[in-house]
């Protein structure tokens, strides 16, 4: 079955930058795309971005560009996001999700990982 | 971007009564040349990622209760939970995958009365 584990919880200090991994499994790796998307606390869901397995080709969103770096590794399923210059609106759950295929929908996501920005 | 506005915010229905919750694109996300609408609908229970309930405005995902049911077309979309359980208090999203960046509407809170 697809599975998608996410690493554990990161505590950061503003101006610092954070790596959240993303292992997946039950399906092969390169057929579909795998995004980000976040989660403020008690807010709603926020897509940051999406990487192509295949190709290591990146589409961000606008808000994002130049702080945000998403990268796989094909040989381990993983998939990685790395955000930079983290402030307190950073403070979120973030979730990898499946797209099924090419889409820009999400089938399986991960468990999350909170992103604790505190000085 | 594509605006996603949902409505209500919040609804509270009785046990085994119909759930409605609506959804309205600034755009429509209707493909002409497949006449297929790119809206899903997902399920958010506290503490958990969110669940895909509906692809394509209509098409419910496998082992997702036929109570639940996805219609619409172009900007305006409906959720439709026919017969409301306790395991569907939930905060329920609609997402419009038509154009980067996907765009979520900003979640409706569904509990019992």
């Known amino acids: 079955q697809v599975q998608l584990v996410q690493s554990g919880a990161e505590v950061k200090q503003p101006g610092a930058s954070v790596m959240v991994s993303c292992k997946a499994s039950g399906y092969t790796f390169t057929s579909s795309y795998m995004h980000w998307v976040r989660q403020a606390p008690g807010q709603g869901l926020e897509w940051m971005g999406v990487?192509?397995?295949?190709?290591?080709?990146?589409t961000y969103a606008q808000k994002f560009q130049g702080r945000v770096t998403m990268t796989r590794d094909t040989s381990t399923s993983r998939v990685y996001v790395d955000l930079s210059s983290l402030t307190f609106e950073d403070m979120a759950v973030y979730y990898c999700?499946?797209?099924?295929?090419?889409?820009?929908?999400?089938?399986?996501w991960g468990q999350g990982t909170l992103v604790t920005v505190s000085s | 971007d594509i605006v996603m506005t949902q409505s209500p915010d919040s609804l509270a229905v009785s046990l085994g009564e119909r759930a409605t919750v609506n959804c309205k694109s600034s755009r429509s996300v209707l493909y002409s040349s497949t006449n297929k609408n790119c809206l899903a609908w997902y399920q958010q229970k506290p503490g958990q990622p969110p669940k895909l309930l509906v692809s394509?405005?209509?098409t419910r995902e496998s082992g997702v209760p036929d109570r639940f049911s996805g219609s619409g077309s172009g900007t305006d979309f409906t959720l439709t939970i026919s017969s409301l359980q306790a395991a569907d208090v939930a905060v329920y999203y609609c997402?419009?995958?038509?154009?980067?960046?996907?765009?979520f509407g900003q979640g409706t809170k569904v509990e019992i009365k």
């Open positions: 997402q419009q995958c038509y154009n980067v960046p996907p765009t």
């Open positions: 999700a499946r797209g099924p295929g090419t889409t820009y929908s999400f089938d399986y």
């Open positions: 394509w405005a209509s």
């Open positions: 990487v192509n397995p295949t190709t290591g080709t990146t």
